[in-house]
């Protein structure tokens, strides 16, 4: 049983430049979810993905956005970054359901994202 | 809106005591409480969770502590190892209805770093 894997490991990017990371979830896991951590601070939710499509945000702007594929995988975009856009970003998968009582996440490593 | 709060960002123990953990939440609604351990470069990993309508729930050296009436839980760690020595987060699971059905999603505190000293 595979578990969930991101890439890149690191990205250092300018500000007002566009980032894509992205997210393996672990098998037969459907829903991904992706969760911001800034230095100091818990994981802060940014979105959900279930059958390909956004089924519910935090306190994000749109230039954050993502997609997920047929295969659950899942990609989290963020347009015009800002130095405050500089965090470990962590992806999370489950299955529909597991998440009401906080079971069955798996997160994987994360992206830790330098904005300069 | 902080909801789940961790006062202390760090605590230092001596390898065989007791490590406590505190976590303060806001929200009576919640109903689950989950704790998860990450190591640098890893992600976080569940260690242990309570049902609010239980005060108390063990696993082998980990117990966690519910205070409904306090809105405080706590982790205790027991003897605590060297192999303890991480970030610990308080989080509790929210459901939200929206236009495409259920989101849930973990509301985090802001983390305990936890050092256990040989």
């Known amino acids: 049983e595979t578990g969930v894997t991101q890439s890149p490991t690191h990205l250092i990017k300018t500000r007002g430049q566009q980032v894509t990371l992205r997210c393996s979830s672990q098998s037969g896991h459907n829903t991904v979810s992706w969760y911001q951590q800034a230095l100091g601070q818990g994981p802060q939710f940014i979105f959900q993905?279930?059958?390909?499509?956004?089924?519910g945000r935090g306190n994000f702007p749109p230039r954050f956005s993502g997609l997920q594929f047929p295969n659950y995988s899942s990609e989290l975009n963020v347009n015009a970054l800002e130095l405050d856009d500089s965090a470990l970003y962590l992806c999370a998968s489950s299955l529909p359901g597991q998440g009401a009582s906080g079971y069955g996440y798996t997160f994987g490593s994360g992206t830790r994202l330098t904005v300069v | 809106d902080q909801q789940v709060k961790q006062n202390s960002p760090s605590l230092s123990v001596q390898e065989g005591r007791i490590s406590i953990l505190n976590c303060d939440y806001t929200n009576s609604m919640f109903d689950y409480f989950l704790w998860y351990k990450k190591y640098p470069a890893e992600g976080p990993t569940f260690l242990i969770s309570i049902s609010s309508i239980k005060d108390k729930n063990e696993d082998g050296r980990f117990t966690v502590f519910l205070n409904k009436s306090a809105k405080h839980l706590s982790l205790h760690i027991v003897p605590s190892q060297p192999g303890d020595s991480a970030v610990y987060f308080c989080?509790?699971?929210?459901?939200?209805?929206?236009?495409?059905?259920?989101?849930?999603?973990?509301?985090f505190g802001t983390g305990t770093l936890l050092a256990v000293q040989p």
């Open positions: 993905y279930y059958r390909e499509e956004e089924n």
């Open positions: 989080a509790a699971p929210r459901t939200a209805m929206n236009y495409g059905g259920a989101t849930n999603k973990l509301i």
